[in-house]
């Protein structure tokens, strides 16, 4: 089995946010969108995602509450709230900047 | 979001842990059963699809318990080890017990002597500013160590600009009559202005003005607090009010608030503390040239910006004139300035950092055998840790339940100390010696609190480091499957255990030699010829105040009366007076005599103690004749003046003479009757009994020189201490006004005398008896490790033909390895550390081959008696059982 590439460190606070912004998700459900959205390539291991979503928690960035799923089972929904899209908008430009700087440094044409 | 609200939401998670738990559960459930469904969906069987859901939700107890280290409060994982580790320690009783009694026993040692060191050496002086504080002697070439001429002191007092302000103080006993039962009181001369220069003001009234030091106008006291209180019922309105001190009346003009502490003296001398009772006003009698005799000592406050080498340059500076002003008394003395505090604690400072390193070495000891015991559980414990290890545990998380436990063990240590501290503290006071300076002052207070707080911290961590962190380098899968039988790390561990058995018993033998050296150094004092004979002797003092007795020739007739009186009582063997005891710091000097027929060297003049006898005083004290006679009635005030001199003078003044009918005078041009006749050589007795010699001294006797401060010596037929009431009678039908102070038998003189080297002997003593079990039961844990780790190895040489003793001889080799090797270093550590000794032992040398050679065959020993044990265990081995187990 190949290795999957590891998530970027202090990306997974952004990324759950992120995939919040549609609709509120209960822990699957994130796991589920982040790993369809980029195609497989990443996959968030429960280990993180759920001390990531209480410490979310902790700092008000998200809400949970618990609700029926489509399939009548209680699920716990995580909703973003102001505070989190903040964050969120705050979290993704410092992202790229970073990545456009990383890009940069990649590309400098004397190497290759 | 705010810190405060992120806290409440804490909070509520903690209130309501269960539901917050179970919510976890749920979620993680409701996780494990969409994922199966999606398996399901995609085609996998559903057996697979389950276990492979379970395995992608990892281990379930970590991420538990990492999701609750994110929102719970770090003191919740904390409780959560603690718990643990009481359950832990519960479990295993007999290992947790050993390790309170040795942690605390040694924390508890620690904390006893270092509430000493508390009151002695750290608690500041009780007087403002104790560090500007200084005493003032003087020195020559004969007297290192001297007391002032008052003259002296005015002129200091007069031309110094070093001090903010100068007193001068003597002894000077005094008797309080018509108050109650007459009572001699502890007094001290003062000039005026002393307890300012102490910082210290009176309660009520005031100090002594300039008016008080003229001759004649010194009918004045003042009380202290204790005197007030226990003599004048605290009367408010004392001052002014006039008492009977050597009968005649003296006006009170102040008293003392309680803690008014004497601050020591030398010539004397009495104790630091609230030792003295009266005060009264020294006065400058006499003729201002004559500077011959120095009895009162200095205290000085120095000026801010002034050190005490400063003031000790300005006062030699003004002593070098004072030699020219007055060059017969006054050349060839340099000025002493000692800091107070120095004077006062510098004679026990050496002796009590000694105990200190002592009993630290002790807790060194003790950590080196908590290690090693928590060692040799964490082996046994090797399976459980592999299983949390294997459960997922973080490491760190498992070092921090190890360090956890360490740190109970060393708290629960501390607090037991500390209960043993309360306890010994009290029994260590009353071991102290009668004259060690601020006992009053040693209790276990905040200070020692927190010293046994800081070392009950470091221990834990100290001894619990090792044990953790080959908890951490314990591999999982090793430990499973050997179930913590051999283990890779076990060489390892074995190395490191070895090398704490090493460490404790090396540290043991120091404290051994050096419990030894102080044991050989007590017994030659208690072996050494005093001089005199010690046993069935009472001793009491009297003082005859000179306004009743105010001839030499009244004097005499009563302390001739009253021996003649004493001698006749039932029990008595021989009764007769002295100007002083052996061993209680006599020290008046005479000097610049002349010997008939001798010249002294040039600036050496003839010097000796003197003192003044009855004539029953030598034979009750048992000091033996050498030649001549003792005084008798014959004696008299008009009769041919006469001496005794001691074998050192006779030796010193003398030699190779015989000395009886020689002639000594203080005359510069001697008329006949000028002359003093030697008619008796007597036997030595040294200043103190580890003095390094005895010094020349010569006796007057009572009916020619008289004293009126004497010491009665009663020597009994049986027990002395029944002589006590019959003497107090005596006295008073002869004198119903004088009081009979300082009665005890001279048996108790003489255990106050080496109290001192018997106190460090009995505590370093215990302290190495301590060290050598704590390294007894560390070569036994390791030896029966060792052991049981080899059964197989035995099982197997004895299969081969190998015999019980070949094997015996194998487990005590390896004990007496272990045993050689720490004594080697506790030797080569002893050696180093001999200087410190050296001060504190008396006839033996630091580096005593017979003190270090019983030592390290002690230790050798105990290491036998502490592996029997483990060896017979593997002698037993049976080789087939021993086969079959491995």
């Known amino acids: 089995m190949a290795k999957k590439p590891d998530l970027l460190p202090g990306t997974l606070d952004m990324l759950i946010l992120k995939t919040l912004t549609r609709s509120p998700l209960h822990g699957y459900g994130i796991a589920l969108s982040i790993k369809r959205l980029s195609d497989d390539v990443l996959t968030v291991e429960e280990g993180s995602l759920y001390p990531a979503l209480q410490r979310l928690l902790l700092q008000g960035w998200v809400k949970a509450e618990w609700k029926m799923t489509d399939t009548n ?33 990649l590309s400098d044409a004397q190497e290759v | 979001m705010n810190p405060f609200s992120r806290f409440v939401k804490r909070l ?19 996780h494990r059963a969409e994922a199966e469904k999606e398996l399901l969906q995609n085609g996998m069987a559903p057996d697979t699809a389950r276990s492979a859901a379970v395995r992608q939700l990892g281990n379930q107890a970590l991420l538990r318990d990492q999701t609750h280290s994110i929102v719970g409060f770090s003191f919740e994982t904390v409780l959560g080890d603690l718990r643990y580790a009481v359950r832990q320690l519960v479990q295993s009783p007999a290992f947790t017990i050993v390790m309170l009694l040795t942690l605390g026993l040694s924390i508890g040692a620690n904390s006893a002597i270092f509430s000493v060191i508390d009151g002695v050496l750290l608690k500041t002086l009780p007087y403002p500013r104790a560090d500007r504080l200084v005493r003032v002697f003087l020195s020559s070439a ?26 001068i103080f003597t002894r000077g006993d005094v008797q309080l009559s018509r108050s109650g039962e007459p009572a001699r009181l502890n007094g001290f001369g003062i000039s005026s202005g002393y307890f300012h220069v102490l910082g210290l003001q009176p309660e009520l009234g005031r100090e002594f003005d300039q008016k008080a030091e003229v001759p004649g106008n010194g009918l004045q006291v003042i009380l202290s607090d204790r005197t007030w209180r226990t003599r004048f019922n605290s009367d408010p309105a004392i001052v002014g009010r006039k008492i009977t001190l050597n009968m005649q009346p003296f006006t009170i003009i102040g008293v003392m608030p309680a803690g008014t502490e004497h601050p020591g003296n030398e010539y004397h001398a009495v104790a630091y503390g609230e030792s003295v009772d009266v005060w009264w006003p020294f006065s400058f009698a006499g003729d201002p040239n004559r500077r011959g005799s120095h009895y009162v000592e200095g205290i000085a406050r120095l000026r801010d910006n002034v050190t005490v080498e400063q003031a000790r340059a300005e006062l030699n500076a003004i002593m070098t004139g004072l030699g020219r002003e007055h060059p017969n008394n006054d050349a060839g003395w340099t000025v002493l300035v000692i800091p107070l505090y120095t004077e006062i604690v510098g004679g026990s400072r050496q002796m009590l950092l000694v105990l200190l390193g002592a009993v630290g070495t002790v807790l060194l000891i003790a950590c080196a055998n908590a290690a090693n015991l928590l060692l040799a559980r964490a082996s046994a414990r090797q399976r459980e840790l592999a299983v949390r290890l294997a459960m997922g545990a973080p490491r760190v998380r498992v070092m921090r339940q190890l360090l956890t436990e360490s740190l ?23 071991l102290l010696p009668a004259d060690f300076p601020r006992t009053h002052d040693i209790h276990v207070s905040e200070p020692v609190f927190a010293f046994t707080f800081l070392i009950s911290i470091l221990t834990g961590i100290l001894f619990g480091l090792a044990p953790a962190w080959q908890a951490a380098r314990t591999d999982p899968k090793e430990g499973l499957q050997k179930g913590g039988r051999t283990t890779t790390g076990a060489s390892h561990q074995s190395r490191l255990r070895n090398t704490l058995v090493v460490s404790e018993v090396g540290l043991a033998c120091v404290l051994l030699i050096g419990a030894g050296l102080m044991l050989r150094s007590l017994l030659n004092q208690l072996h050494l010829d005093p001089g005199f004979r010690q046993e069935h002797v009472l001793t009491a003092s009297i003082s005859l105040p000179h306004e009743q007795y105010k001839t030499n020739a009244a004097v005499g007739r009563f302390y001739q009366q009253l021996d003649a009186n004493l001698g006749a009582l039932p029990a008595v063997e021989s009764a007769g007076a002295g100007s002083d005891l052996p061993w209680t710091g006599w020290d008046e000097n005479a000097g610049g005599f002349n010997i008939e027929g001798k010249k002294p060297p040039p600036g050496n003049e003839y010097h000796a103690r003197y003192h003044m006898a009855t004539p029953g005083y030598f034979k009750a004290l048992g000091v033996p004749l050498i030649g001549g006679r003792f005084f008798n009635d014959g004696d008299t005030e008009t009769s041919r003046q006469i001496i005794i001199v001691n074998r050192a003078m006779a030796d010193r003044y003398w030699p190779g003479e015989n000395v009886i009918g020689k002639r000594m005078t203080f005359e510069d041009t001697p008329k006949e009757k000028d002359w003093m006749t030697v008619v008796g050589e007597v036997g030595d007795i040294k200043d103190q009994p580890n003095s390094p010699r005895a010094e020349p001294g010569f006796w007057w006797p009572e009916s020619q020189a008289s004293n009126s401060d004497m010491s009665v010596v009663l020597r009994s037929t049986s027990n002395p201490e029944l002589l006590a009431d019959a003497l107090r009678n005596e006295v008073r039908r002869l004198n119903p006004e004088l009081a009979v102070a300082d009665v005890q038998v001279l048996d108790r003189i003489v255990s106050e005398s080496v109290a001192t080297p018997r106190l460090a002997f009995v505590l370093v003593g215990m302290f190495a008896g301590l060290a050598i079990l704590l390294a007894a039961i560390g070569t036994y844990g390791v030896i029966s490790y060792s052991v049981s780790r080899r059964t197989a ?10 015999q019980q003793r070949d094997v015996l ?78």
Not at chain 2, 12 to 30: V, Y
Not at chain 2, 793 to 802: C, P
Not at chain 2, 839 to 844: G, K, R, Y
Request: aromatic fraction near 8%.
């Open chain 2, 809 to 886: 001889r194998l487990v005590l080799v390896q004990a007496i390895k272990l045993t050689l090797e720490g004594a080697a270093l506790g030797i080569i550590v002893s050696l180093a550390a001999a200087r410190v000794l050296k001060s504190l032992i008396f006839n033996v040398s630091p580096t005593d081959p017979a003190t270090f050679l019983a030592v390290g065959l002690l230790v050798i020993a105990v290491a036998l008696v502490a592996c029997y044990i483990p060896a017979r265990r593997a002698t037993q081995t049976d080789p087939m059982n021993a086969l079959r187990s491995e």
């Open chain 2, 12 to 30: 509520a998670i903690l209130l309501g842990r269960t539901r917050f738990r179970s919510e976890l559960d749920e979620e993680m459930a409701f």
């Open chain 1, 73 to 105: 089972r209680r699920a716990r929904f995580y909703t973003l709230t102001a505070l989190g899209r903040k964050q969120l908008g705050l979290e993704v430009s410092q992202f790229e900047q970073m990545i456009e700087a990383i890009g940069r440094v």
């Open chain 2, 408 to 430: 109970l063990l060393s708290f629960a240590g501390g607090a037991l100390g500390l209960l043993l501290a309360l306890g010994g503290v009290d029994l260590l006071v009353s």
């Open chain 2, 142 to 167: 004969s007297f290192p160590k001297f007391p002032l001429n008052p003259f002296d002191f005015r002129d200091f007092r007069a031309r110094n600009r070093s001090f903010e302000s100068m007193a």
């Open chain 2, 793 to 802: 190895e035995f099982g197997l040489r004895m299969a081969l033909g190998a």
